[in-house]
Antibody, heavy 126, light 110 residues
Framework: QVQLVQSGAEVKKPGASVRVSCKAS????????ISWVRQAPGQGPEWMGW????????NYAQNLQGRVTMTTDTSTNTVYMELRSLRSDDTAVYYC???????????????????WGQGTLVTVSS | QSALTQPASVSGSPGQSITISCTGT?????????VSWYQQHPGKAPKLMIY???NRPSGVSNRFSGSKSGNTASLTISGLQAEDEADYYC??????????FGGGTKLTVL
């Protein structure tokens, strides 16, 4: 069965960086795009960007450009999300989520998420 | 980027039907078929309930249905059950390769 398993909770100080991993199993990894979505406490989700896991092409949300990097390791079926220059309002649960289809850097076959990781709580606090 | 607009809360009794609205603009909800709905129980990841306005994934009850008119999409749940109590979020593709979510609606089953 499809599974997305994320790394554990993180506590970071303002200005630091965090890297969250998402290991996929149960399907052909390179055939599907992955997005990262975060959800601050008590808020709705916020889309952060997507990655073509085959070639690493990305499309980031405009408000995170320059602070976020998504990468992929096809040898371990793992996607990574790094967020830099952390601020207190980056405190959120971060999810990886699978698009049921291919994503290029400019479009996806589908714009919804059929499977989600369990979430990773990132707390930014001094 | 502004979120899609959803009512903060809705409620209904078991067996009743409720509808949750999701209002956007012609650049997102009104301009594309790419509207989806997610159910989220406390402490859990969202679960896909409806995609591409009105399609139901396999395994989702046919009590859940979606529709769209103009810039507003809707999720209807018929025959309310206790386990439907959760937060519901809409999502839409927005022009310029962006995805956007609503602020969420808390459904209470009375």
């Amino acid at each position: 069965q499809v599974q997305l398993v994320q790394s554990g909770a993180e506590v970071k100080k303002p200005g630091a960086s965090v890297r969250v991993s998402c290991k996929a199993s149960g399907y052909t990894f390179t055939n599907y795009g992955i997005s990262w979505v975060r959800q601050a406490p008590g808020q709705g989700p916020e889309w952060m960007g997507w990655i073509n896991v085959y070639n690493g092409n990305t499309n980031y949300a405009q408000n995170l450009q320059g602070r976020v990097t998504m990468t992929t390791d096809t040898s371990t079926n793992t996607v990574y999300m790094e967020l830099r220059s952390l601020r207190s309002d980056d405190t959120a649960v971060y999810y990886c989520a699978r698009h049921p289809g291919y994503c290029s850097s400019t479009s996806c076959f589908s714009y919804y998420f059929d499977h989600w990781g369990q979430g990773t709580l990132v707390t930014v606090s001094s | 980027q502004s979120a899609l607009t959803q009512p903060a809360s809705v409620s209904g009794s078991p067996g009743q039907s409720i509808t949750i609205s999701c209002t956007g603009t012609s650049s997102d909800v009104g301009g594309y078929i790419y509207v989806s709905w997610y159910q989220q129980h406390p402490g859990k990841a969202p679960k896909l309930m409806i995609y591409d306005v009105s399609n139901r994934p396999s395994g989702v009850s046919n009590r859940f249905s979606g529709s769209k008119s103009g810039n507003t999409a809707s999720l209807t749940i018929s025959g309310l059950q206790a386990e439907d109590e959760a937060d519901y979020y809409c999502s839409s593709y927005r022009s310029s390769n962006t995805l956007i979510f609503g602020g969420g609606t808390k459904l209470t089953v009375l």
